[in-house]
């Protein structure tokens, strides 16, 4: 599983491109598809291994879809 199949906003993938992440580390993997569906996590997983690069990657990836659906409803 490669992170372009979480379907994150454009924006967002192309800065997880452009950081040279490809494959996410387990814990990613497993807790991504459950946030971007609106649904509570709690991981546990060694330091390093993406916990909070992950989070941040879902909150601007949520961020910027909520915002273009308000632009779009106020254009």
């Not at 967002?12 to 569906?37: C, D, F, R, S």
Request: charged content about 10%; hydrophobic content about 45%.
């Amino acid at each position: 599983m490669e992170f372009q199949r979480f379907n994150l906003h454009p924006h967002v993938a192309a800065g997880v491109k452009a950081a040279g992440y490809v494959k996410p580390t387990p814990i990613q993997k497993q807790a991504i598809p459950p946030v971007l569906q609106g649904q509570d996590v709690l991981g546990l997983a060694q330091t390093g291994t993406g916990k909070q690069r992950h989070l941040c990657c879902l909150f601007w990836s949520v961020c910027c879809k909520v915002l273009a659906a308000v632009f779009v409803h106020l254009s």
